[in-house]
């Protein structure tokens, strides 16, 4: 694994990535902005935890972070980017505890992956699919999803879990749910029907806190 990542400005970093690293560095204040809605910063759950630099940069703020991330390569870097308060699994989060496999076809260039963040979740393969409801977190004060379409999936399941923590919520809705049919609309409403309202964004992020 050593020989597909590199350290770039003190991050391990897939090599072939051209397109997420510079992305995030412009985006590199969202973690923070994200976390100033929340009154308390004991708990954070955070997908896709791509190579790891909003995950490193959470930990930071948060006293635990627990992360998904699904593809080998940025895993491996998220391993080695972040510290001991960060529980790390390999795995899809859904609302389904099924076997999938992610689609990296979106973002070839020249049938190379030119951009480590961005994969589809697509049925059928070997990487496991787990519900946020089965960590049964008693705290949780931040629910912060990138997961390119699939977070409708990942709201429904974690709806205890919402029921029981009442967290921040901020998901990246900006059309990439229509493929597994959630809208943008659809997610919205599953997200207030459980009681939130949406109160700002941030980047491509949409923030919604619980109706008190």
Known sequence: MEDLIELRDGWWWPKYDRKCYPYLLKEHYVPKTVSDFCNKKQVIVQAGGNAGMYVKMYGDIFESVYTFEPDPVNFYCLTKNTGNNVVKFQS????????????YDRHRDDFK??????????????????????????????????IEGFEGEAILGAQE???????????EIRGHGDQYGWPDQRIKDLVISLGYEIISSVSHDTIFKPIV
Do not use: M
Not at 92 to 103: A, F, M, Y
């Open 92 to 103: 899809c989060i859904g609302n389904k505890r099924e076997l999938v496999t992610l689609s």
């Open 161 to 171: 879990t919402i029921k029981r923590t009442k967290p921040i919520i901020a998901l």
């Open 113 to 146: 992956r030119s951009n480590s963040g961005g994969f589809w979740v697509v049925p059928n393969g070997n990487i496991p699919v787990v519900k946020i409801d089965d960590l049964n977190l008693p705290i949780c004060d931040l629910i912060h999803l990138d």
